[in-house]
């Protein structure tokens, strides 16, 4: 069953536009959420978090918006780079130090 | 900035071989994690560890073991190897206690082919 789920799979916006990714969650108790990046053949590597007591985190063009009635939150990603382009991954933890439930992720593609 | 390393990189196995995935960090992390990576799937733990000795089961445990004999190492250990474990297998580090409570650290993978 999957606890995280990511729409779009796929996106392309042009330079310049501003990209938003998309997670929800099942499990109300969930109350940390990271957003990966993974560029082809890396590892992921964390790029913005946000806990269940805030609605909303900024980190210089990368914003998390989040909505706990609704267990949804996006990724805003403003003035989108070509080397934004990359696979974004979406994930959720209950409490702290256990473990994290990744969405399927979603490919971003920046076109000059 | 944290360093974890996997080797090897690349690994073709065939049906009913034994593979050892082996992963290290220089970062003192008391937790470590393997997950596979499949287009589709995203990314799912196979087994994780919060300490040397220690491993517990993720969500997808069926088919591998998994070593944690010192706080450094954590290995992932198919016995018999199938095609169907053909993937990209990622080890990552953190530790929820340190300053970057929670931030995992990954590995730049190890891609698996079984024939």
């Known amino acids: 069953q999957q606890q995280v789920r990511q729409s779009p799979q796929s996106l392309t916006v042009w330079e310049g536009e501003t990209a938003i990714l998309n997670c929800s969650y099942e499990?109300?108790?969930?109350?940390?959420f990271p957003w990966y990046q993974q560029f082809p053949g890396e590892g992921p590597a964390l790029l913005i978090s946000?806990?269940?007591?805030?609605d909303k985190k900024e980190d210089g063009r990368f914003t998390i918006f989040f909505n706990k009635r609704e267990k949804k939150l996006s990724l805003h990603i403003t003035d989108s780079q070509p080397g934004d382009s990359a696979t974004y991954f979406c994930?959720?933890?209950?409490?702290?130090?256990?473990?994290?439930?990744f969405g399927k992720g979603a490919k971003l593609t920046v076109s000059p | 900035e944290a360093a974890v390393t996997q080797s090897p990189r690349n690994k073709v196995a065939v049906t009913g071989g034994k593979v050892t995935l082996s992963c290290n960090q220089t970062?003192?992390?008391?937790?470590m994690y393997w997950y596979r990576q499949d287009t589709g799937h995203g990314l799912r733990l196979i087994h994780y560890?919060?300490?040397?000795?220690?491993?517990e089961k993720g969500d997808i445990p069926d088919g591998y073991k998994a070593s944690r004999p010192s706080q450094e190492n954590f290995s992932l250990i198919l016995e018999l190897a199938t095609p169907s474990q053909t993937s990209v297998y990622f080890c990552?580090?953190?530790?929820?206690?340190?300053?970057?409570?929670?931030?995992?650290?990954f590995g730049p993978g190890t891609r698996l082919l079984v024939l």
């Open positions: 990552a580090s953190g530790d929820p206690t340190g300053q970057c409570q929670d931030t995992q650290y």
């Open positions: 499990d109300s108790t969930f109350n940390y």
């Open positions: 946000i806990r269940s007591v805030s």
């Open positions: 994930a959720a933890m209950r409490g702290t130090g256990s473990k994290l439930s």
């Open positions: 970062n003192n992390h008391n937790n």
């Open positions: 560890s919060y300490g040397a000795g220690s491993t």
